[in-house]
T-cell receptor, first 110, second 116 residues
Framework: TQLLEQSPQFLSIQEGENLTVYCNSSSVFSSLQWYRQEPGEGPVLLVTVVTGGEVKKLKRLTFQFGDARKDSSLHITAAQPGDTGLYLC??????????FGKGTMLLVSP | KAGVTQTPRYLIKTRGQQVTLSCSPI?????VSWYQQTPGQGLQFLFE???????NKGNFPGRFSGRQFSNSRSEMNVSTLELGDSALYLC???????????????FGQGTRLTVV
């Protein structure tokens, strides 16, 4: 059983569209992190959310941490081809080892 | 400041051989974690080293091992390679000293291992 479930697994959209991807768990996390990975590269940290209900914005990306600290979402406004990549959420329950979801593969076509 | 460096980037090995991968973490980071990434399983945790000691271990067979040196550089070794070991192996460094933000991981570019 995956500790962190991400949905959808794949998303193919046109440039300019909005999208939301989700990261859910039955466990409580002290924080959750979002990474983006491009083909042939390692994941790159985008943001860490710490407080339940927290919303963080990074240009066109909006990250939200659920009130109960069991889930998170990433919303992208007006997606661009440069947003293409694998989006991974990760958490370390009780400050233990960082665990990753399987990711959402996003393809943004011009 | 220099990022995480993994060597080599690409490797082709034959079944039954062994392989050693290297990772140099960000200066000042004492934790190094290793992950195996495959299309079907995603990122799977192998092990974590902190100050030369293995602190956590994932659910992989004993053919997978690692170590960390006093300068925090880490190596992982896979013996008796199998076809299913073909994957992208990623190393991540972090401060690792506890606390929420100290789990943030900084990844290398990975080593693409192909077993034939």
């Amino acid at each position: 059983t995956q500790l962190l479930e991400q949905s959808p697994q794949f998303l193919s959209i046109q440039e300019g569209e909005n999208l939301t991807v989700y990261c859910n768990s039955s466990s409580v996390f002290s924080s959750l992190q979002w990474y983006r990975q491009e083909p042939g590269e390692g994941p790159v940290l985008l943001v860490t959310v710490v407080t339940g209900g927290e919303v963080k914005k990074l240009k066109r990306l909006t990250f939200q941490f659920g009130d109960a600290r069991k889930d998170s979402s990433l919303h992208i406004t007006a997606a661009q081809p440069g947003d293409t990549g694998l989006y991974l959420c990760a958490g370390a329950p009780g400050y233990s080892t960082l665990t990753f979801g399987k990711g959402t593969m996003l393809l943004v076509s011009p | 400041k220099a990022g995480v460096t993994q060597t080599p980037r690409y490797l082709i090995k034959t079944r039954g051989q062994q392989v050693t991968l290297s990772c140099s973490p960000i200066s000042g980071h004492r934790s190094v974690s290793w992950y195996q990434q495959t299309p079907g399983q995603g990122l799977q945790f192998l092990f974590e080293y902190f100050s030369e000691t293995q602190r956590n271990k994932g659910n992989f067979p004993g053919r997978f091992s690692g170590r960390q040196f006093s300068n925090s550089r880490s190596e992982m070794n896979v013996s008796t390679l199998e076809l299913g070991d073909s994957a992208l192996y990623l190393c991540a460094s972090s401060l690792g000293t506890g606390g929420t933000l100290n789990t943030e991981a900084f990844f290398g570019q990975g080593t693409r291992l192909t077993v034939v």
